[in-house]
């Protein structure tokens, strides 16, 4: 047997990926304890103690033997100029390790298919982990609003104006939009898919696609020509919660894809973050659940709100938004009432505003005095007026 990252190891992970869906919890604990070769010669000869994944294997064998498919995948990952990264390399993401530890989803059910990844296709020159070191997430409804698009593309904008990677799927609405946002910056974006990267789903998507490829990376756990089916998609879904530092959510529907790629996130302890949305709007509504149902979520308006949740403690402390502070807003209790006790047109004594504000003359002299200095009040021949506002 060769060892972890050799050609043999490379070629038993794609044709094991090939065998059996990404993420299968029986695979990858076989793997763990005695290596992909070790694994793939088992499943091939029936050697299987769990019954859903012999049955799977037997009929996946009928169709094309392991070993030749592994090869058929690395010739065709050649072609199209895609890389196959197996945690022995040094641009492994670290972070998907921690689908390892990953046990029960938010409701309670065992997730069979949250395994960490065996490998990944890339296509794209970026080193993988380096990429997804400083990542975030941005998911949400493929039937997304002009306010969901609005908020993505502004969010993924600044986000990768600030040097972070943001990561989505490809799709139409939201995950398209955080791919453009982060384009338009000159910023690095990575799409995950739950296909071959060299047929990258949706296909009306393929200039997108291909610019991400250009500037950023495409990924996928899946061999070079698979197809893109429904299932794939929730599966890919863990790669995103774990390999970002976090993930936001813009705009999804009660029942989405979205909602169960939080799921995944929250089940890791990851920085889960919401934006709200109208609600009237039938596309905030998983949102708003979200943010209802979990108080482990935080909701969130802005890259500064993002950075917030994921960077180092203190690394983007700044000043919470507040209106352009007035003269007013510093005077104290008695010169506040004082100012409140003028008539709204025409001039007033002390001893009037002293009756109107109940207080003492010498308390109302002293503080005029203060109130003209400010230049709030104005003294005429006739009395006291309040100053004209300023535009």
């Known amino acids: 047997m060769n060892g972890p990252g050799s050609d043999a190891d490379r070629a038993a992970r794609v044709a094991l990926t090939w065998l059996a869906e990404p993420g299968n919890r029986a695979v990858w604990t076989m793997v763990q304890r005695g290596g992909a070769e070790a694994t793939l010669d088992r499943l091939i000869a029936g050697d299987i103690p769990d019954g859903p994944l012999r049955s799977a294997v037997a009929a996946r064998s009928r169709a094309d033997d392991p070993r030749r498919a592994a090869e058929i995948a690395l010739r065709l990952g050649d072609e199209v100029g895609a890389r196959l990264v197996v945690p022995a ?14 046990e029960t989803d938010t ?4 997730n069979q298919d949250t395994r960490p990844p065996l490998c990944f296709w ?3 020159s970026l080193p993988l982990g380096a990429t997804l070191d400083r990542s975030v997430a941005i998911v949400g409804a493929r039937a997304a609003t002009g306010y969901g698009v609005h908020v993505t593309s502004t969010l993924a904008y600044d986000l990768a104006e600030r040097g972070w990677t943001v990561v989505s799927g490809g799709a139409f609405g939201i995950d398209a939009a955080a791919h453009h946002g982060a384009l338009a910056a000159d910023g690095l974006t990575v799409s995950v898919l739950a296909c071959g990267v060299d047929r990258p789903y949706p296909v ?3 200039a997108l696609f291909a610019r991400i490829a250009e500037r950023g990376l495409l990924i996928s756990e899946w061999p070079p020509a698979a197809e893109p089916f429904r299932h794939r998609f929730l599966i890919r879904n863990r790669v995103i919660a774990a390999a970002t530092a976090g993930t936001v959510v813009v ?5 989405s894809g979205a909602t169960q790629t939080m799921s995944r996130v929250l089940a890791l302890n ?3 973050m919401v934006v709200p949305g109208p609600v009237t709007s039938a596309m905030s509504v998983g949102c708003h659940e979200l943010l209802r149902a979990h108080p482990a979520t935080r909701p969130v308006c802005s890259a500064h709100d993002v950075l917030q949740e994921v960077g180092r403690i203190g690394e983007y402390l700044e000043p919470p938004p507040r209106g352009q502070e007035r003269v007013r807003d510093r005077l104290d209790e008695e010169s506040a009432l004082i100012l409140e006790a003028f008539p709204r047109r025409g001039p007033a004594t002390p001893e009037e505003l002293a009756a109107t504000a109940r207080l003492d003359l010498r ?29």
Not at 107 to 110: I, K, T
Not at 251 to 255: K, N, S, Y
């Open 204 to 206: 009306s998507n393929a």
């Open 122 to 124: 890339v296509l794209g």
């Open 363 to 391: 308390t109302v002299l002293r503080r005029l005095t203060l109130l003209e200095a400010t230049g709030l009040v104005i003294r005429t021949e006739s009395g006291i007026t309040l100053a004209p506002r300023k535009p």
């Open 107 to 110: 409701a309670g059910r065992v």
């Open 251 to 255: 705009e999804a529907a009660a029942r």
């Open 270 to 272: 990851r920085p889960a």
């Open 89 to 102: 390399d040094p641009e492994w993401p670290a972070r998907v390790s921690a689908l390892a530890t990953l």
